[in-house]
């Protein structure tokens, strides 16, 4: 069975390789991007906010369950708005946020990986 597949899209390289590593771990298929611009694929230097926004309006794209995640609290709304299926608050630890990404895979209709033995 193929792993499910995750973009990860983020302006903090650490960030990057600890989560992809640790997602990578629990079973999922990473690629990383160090920015919307780049998760959305050629776009000038847009934030999450605006890739998700993109993202929606695309109709290629449009229906990608979008998760975020940020250390702003007034991004809730924002990320909502811009169309995202979720939003995680920063700072998380490892565990949570394999959890949350789990569930996040449930809840749109993809298959989680298969628990680890």
């Keep these: 069975m193929a792993r499910p597949r995750i973009l990860l899209a ?17 079973g999922y298929e990473m690629a990383t ?3 919307g ?3 959305v694929i050629m776009m ?4 999450g906010i ?8 695309n109709a290629s794209t449009a229906a990608t369950p979008v998760l975020m995640f940020s250390a ?5 709304e ?3 708005a811009a169309g995202a299926d979720g939003l995680l608050p920063k700072p998380f630890n490892l565990p949570t946020l394999a959890e949350a990404v789990k569930t ?6 993809a298959s989680a990986p298969a628990e680890p033995a």
């Excluded at 903090?12 to 600890?18: C, T």
């Excluded at 702003?72 to 809730?76: F, N, T, Y």
């Excluded at 996040?104 to 209709?109: L, M, N, S, T, V």
Aim: hydrophobic letters at 45%; proline letters at 4%.
């Design 10 to 26: 983020d302006d903090d390289p650490r960030v990057l390789q600890v989560v992809s590593r640790y997602l990578d771990l629990e």
């Design 33 to 35: 991007v160090a920015d």
């Design 104 to 109: 996040f895979f449930a809840e749109h209709g």
């Design 78 to 80: 924002a990320a909502k």
């Design 50 to 57: 605006e890739a998700c926004r993109r993202i929606r309006a």
């Design 72 to 76: 702003l609290s007034e991004e809730a």
């Design 44 to 47: 000038p230097g847009i934030d």
């Design 37 to 39: 611009e780049a998760a």
